[in-house]
Structure formats: structure tokens, C-alpha cells
């Protein structure tokens, strides 16, 4: 790290909680740049650059010059014409949070969180599923997305029968469904990394105004952090 990040991160104590998706995209570039504690740096660098500038000279340093990765980054950057007028891919997806009394789901657009629905399911177990199964292809049916995200589920039985037949649900459907360990969404949203969700939530909340939504507005924070966490991943994954 230059002498210029380390004070930057010094004077930061290491310390980074991303305030927007942006902010979010920008700890993930520095984190892949292996300069975590840099990270306010690089959010200076992105109101100097475009979001598609930025992963383009990360993806060029990966490609040219993995063994050096963050110095390669800012040379290519400095050599760059910012071609700021390259749109980012915007794939649609649809993350969903299932727990035993509840179903919640986001739609993104890239990082855009375009909305939200919440349901609070019976304790009768038949009927939770059969009003679980009702509302997820109704919101799938109403928004059009190319694919679903949800968390791996945990032993609970009653959780991961839900969780079974949300992803049938999609399957019936023709759409293609990833499921993410809650450690690896949890671990990306801050630095140092969070341990707990109530930590994450937090975060998003600074991002997105939730309302209460009757109980409901905890797994919606839950479904936003993962649906953010695999656009992001997919912006730095996708090709130039």
C-alpha cells in the first residue's frame, strides 16, 4: 500500500460502513484490490470516476497484471479516458428472505432496489406454505426478473421446508435460483466485516427507508443485503 492509503487509512482508524450501493460497490473494489483499509480512499476515487470506468481498470489490472493488482489499477486508471458513458449491466433480480412466519423479496435492477413485499405466513404449517406458495408466484408472476437469490437454509424443519418450495415455485417458473451462505452476505458490509445481522441491517437502513411493514421490515433489510450483495458480486464479475 502507498504511503498516501496508509495515512488515509489511519486517519479512518480502518474503519469503513458503505452509506449507499455505491459506497458498498466501492468496499468491494477495495477489497479485491486486497486494500480493505483503503476503502475511503477509493470512494474518493469514484466521485472522481465513473462506476464503469472503475471496474473496467479493475478487470484490465486482473487480466494484465494480477500479481500487482492495486498498484496496476490505479496506473491503468490514471491512463484511462473515463469512459463514463459506459453503461453497467442491469440484470433483474429478485432476492427473497424465507423464515418460518414470514416471506420477504426485493427486486433489483443492478444496484437499484426498485421495491419491495413482505408477508407474514400462518403458524399452521399447511396453510404457511400454501400462503407462501400463493404470494411468491403472484410477485414473480407481477415482476418480470431473469433470476432469484436466496440464502443457503439451515436445519430448521419447518424453515427449510419453505425454503424448498419457494425454490420449486421458481423452478415451475423457467427461473434460475442461487442460494448464498448468510456468513459471506453478512462478512461483505463493512470493514471490519459485521458478525451479526442486526449490524448489516443497520447499514441498509442507511441506504433504503424501510417502513415498519408490521413486523416485516427486519427481513426486508435481510432479502435488500443479499439482493445487493449478488449484483455486486455480478458487476465485477460480468465481462467489460
Same mark, same amino acid.
Given at each position: 500500500?502507498?504511503?498516501?492509503?496508509?495515512?488515509?487509512?489511519?486517519?479512518?482508524? =480502518? !474503519?469503513?460502513?458503505?452509506?449507499?450501493?455505491?459506497?458498498?460497490?466501492?468496499?468491494?473494489?477495495?477489497?479485491?484490490?486486497?486494500?480493505?483499509?483503503?476503502?475511503?480512499?477509493?470512494?474518493?476515487?469514484? =466521485?472522481?470516476?465513473? %462506476? =464503469?470506468?472503475?471496474?473496467?481498470?479493475? !478487470? !484490465?489490472? $486482473?487480466?494484465?497484471?494480477?500479481?500487482?493488482?492495486?498498484?496496476?489499477?490505479? %496506473?491503468?486508471?490514471?491512463?484511462?479516458?473515463?469512459?463514463?458513458?459506459?453503461?453497467?449491466p442491469r440484470p433483474r433480480l429478485m432476492a427473497i428472505r424465507v423464515e418460518r412466519r414470514a416471506v420477504a423479496?426485493?427486486?433489483?435492477?443492478?444496484?437499484?432496489? %426498485?421495491?419491495?413485499?413482505?408477508?407474514?405466513?400462518?403458524?399452521?404449517? !399447511?396453510?404457511?406454505?400454501? =400462503?407462501?406458495?400463493?404470494?411468491?408466484?403472484? $410477485?414473480?408472476?407481477?415482476?418480470?426478473? %431473469?433470476?432469484?437469490?436466496?440464502?443457503?437454509?439451515?436445519?430448521? $424443519?419447518?424453515?427449510?421446508?419453505?425454503?424448498?418450495?419457494? $425454490?420449486?415455485?421458481?423452478?415451475?417458473?423457467?427461473?434460475s435460483v442461487t442460494e448464498i451462505p448468510k456468513q459471506a452476505v453478512i462478512e461483505s458490509f463493512a470493514r471490519?466485516?459485521?458478525?451479526?445481522?442486526?449490524?448489516?441491517?443497520?447499514?441498509?437502513?442507511?441506504?433504503?427507508?424501510?417502513?415498519?411493514?408490521?413486523?416485516?421490515?427486519?427481513?426486508?433489510?435481510?432479502?435488500?443485503?443479499l439482493g445487493l450483495y449478488v449484483q455486486t458480486e455480478r458487476l465485477f464479475a460480468a465481462d467489460h
Amino acid at each position: 500500500m502507498t504511503n498516501i492509503l496508509s495515512q488515509v487509512a489511519k486517519s479512518h482508524h =480502518s !474503519k469503513f460502513q458503505p452509506s449507499s450501493p455505491d459506497e458498498y460497490f466501492v468496499l468491494g473494489l477495495a477489497r479485491r484490490l486486497e486494500e480493505p483499509a483503503a476503502a475511503p480512499h477509493y470512494v474518493v476515487l469514484a =466521485s472522481q470516476h465513473s %462506476e =464503469s470506468t472503475l471496474r473496467c481498470a479493475y !478487470k !484490465k489490472a $486482473v487480466e494484465t497484471n494480477p500479481d500487482r493488482l492495486a498498484p496496476a489499477f490505479h %496506473e491503468i486508471l490514471a491512463a484511462s479516458n473515463d469512459h463514463g458513458n459506459r453503461s453497467l449491466p442491469r440484470p433483474r433480480l429478485m432476492a427473497i428472505r424465507v423464515e418460518r412466519r414470514a416471506v420477504a423479496m426485493t427486486l433489483f435492477a443492478g444496484t437499484h432496489l %426498485e421495491g419491495w413485499r413482505v408477508r407474514q405466513l400462518p403458524s399452521d404449517t !399447511k396453510r404457511a406454505e400454501d =400462503s407462501c406458495a400463493s404470494f411468491v408466484r403472484a $410477485v414473480l408472476d407481477e415482476h418480470h426478473c %431473469e433470476s432469484v437469490v436466496l440464502e443457503t437454509t439451515s436445519g430448521e $424443519v419447518a424453515r427449510a421446508a419453505l425454503h424448498r418450495l419457494v $425454490v420449486e415455485q421458481c423452478r415451475m417458473l423457467g427461473i434460475s435460483v442461487t442460494e448464498i451462505p448468510k456468513q459471506a452476505v453478512i462478512e461483505s458490509f463493512a470493514r471490519p466485516s459485521p458478525t451479526t445481522r442486526d449490524q448489516v441491517r443497520q447499514i441498509v437502513s442507511r441506504m433504503w427507508l424501510v417502513p415498519s411493514l408490521k413486523g416485516g421490515r427486519d427481513y426486508v433489510l435481510d432479502s435488500a443485503a443479499l439482493g445487493l450483495y449478488v449484483q455486486t458480486e455480478r458487476l465485477f464479475a460480468a465481462d467489460h
